[in-house]
């Protein structure tokens, strides 16, 4: 059984930049995918960032693309968000999420596909 807490959330200006993590126990987090999603208030939960479990393949929301980087470490089972030019758009609680499919080929982008969950941290962009 893994357990998921993200850190790092916090109240920024837009424009401004945050870094997420995920700290991972009780399971290495590789090989397995990892992903980021966010929920904003009234709003379903959305995907964001997913990284394949070899840190070979990324995918991103359209949303984000070009501003979010989405990373791993697997020796410290830990992954990241590097949070860059911050919309007032972007307020939300973001999850980490993982997947518990041993060397998947492939990425997978809905909550759905998710296994265990973090906590979530709050993230508020300011105008």
């Known amino acids: 059984q893994v357990q998921l807490v993200e850190s790092g959330g916090g109240l920024v200006q837009a424009g401004g930049s945050l870094r997420l993590s995920c700290a991972a126990s009780?399971?290495?987090?590789?090989?397995?995918?990892m992903a980021w999603f966010r929920q904003a208030p009234g709003k379903e939960r959305e995907f964001v960032a997913t990284?394949?479990?070899?840190?070979?393949?990324?995918s991103y929301a359209d949303s984000v693309k070009g501003r979010f980087t989405i990373s791993r470490d697997n020796a410290k089972n830990m992954v990241y968000l590097q949070m860059n030019s911050l919309r007032p758009e972007d307020t939300a609680v973001y999850y980490c999420?993982?997947?518990?499919?041993?060397?998947?080929?492939?990425?997978?982008?809905?909550?759905?596909?998710?296994?265990?969950w973090g906590q979530g941290t709050q993230v508020t962009v300011s105008s």
């Open positions: 999420a993982f997947k518990a499919s041993v060397y998947s080929a492939r990425l997978y982008y809905t909550d759905l596909d998710y296994d265990a």
């Open positions: 009780g399971r290495p987090i590789n090989p397995y995918g």
């Open positions: 990284i394949h479990w070899s840190g070979g393949s990324l």
